[in-house]
């Protein structure tokens, strides 16, 4: 069984919004006995909120629901814990290695790392703009997905 962790700044957001949408995609595609995914904050600062209205609105319109979510912090011991510990963005690895100390068995990546656009997922707390937030998570996620599949 793969255990995937989703990490962003508060797990408000960007991180819940890829841990549902993965989730989707696992049991869209019949395999979601083959994997644990949870998501994580960096910081204790959103710490038991639960996912920020609009981002929830934005999976609602998808088809996606989040409700029991509530925000949690990644810990030192989430790095053995995990397979894979996949962040949003640049910051997110920095503060990541800051929590765990090292990543020996490079399994801290972001998750547009996955597709031919690199880079970080848009901060939507911050541009407002929930639909590309979205839209990034769910290409980044598939793009997981199928390389997951195919090892």
């Given at each position: 069984m793969k255990k995937i962790v989703f990490v962003c700044l508060g797990n408000?957001?960007?991180s819940p919004m890829a841990e549902f949408v993965f989730k989707r995609l696992i049991r869209d595609a019949g395999v979601a006995g083959e994997y644990v995914v949870e998501?994580?904050?960096t910081s204790y600062e959103?710490?038991?909120?639960?996912v920020y209205p609009?981002?929830?609105s934005e999976l609602r319109k998808h088809g996606v629901d989040c409700a029991e979510k509530y925000a949690s912090r990644l810990e030192?011991?989430?790095y053995d814990k995990y397979d894979l510990i996949i962040c949003m963005e640049e910051a997110n690895v920095k503060n990541v290695?800051?929590?765990?100390g090292s990543d020996p068995e490079r399994?801290?990546?972001r998750l547009l790392d996955y597709t031919e656009e690199k880079g970080d997922i848009a901060d939507p707390y911050f541009t407002r703009d929930f639909r590309l937030t979205?839209?990034?998570?769910e290409k980044g996620c598939k793009a997981l997905l199928a390389t997951l599949q195919a090892e």
């Open positions: 408000i957001c960007r998501s994580r904050a959103e710490e038991n909120n639960p609009p981002a929830a030192k011991s989430d290695l800051r929590i765990v399994k801290i990546v979205y839209n990034q998570i």
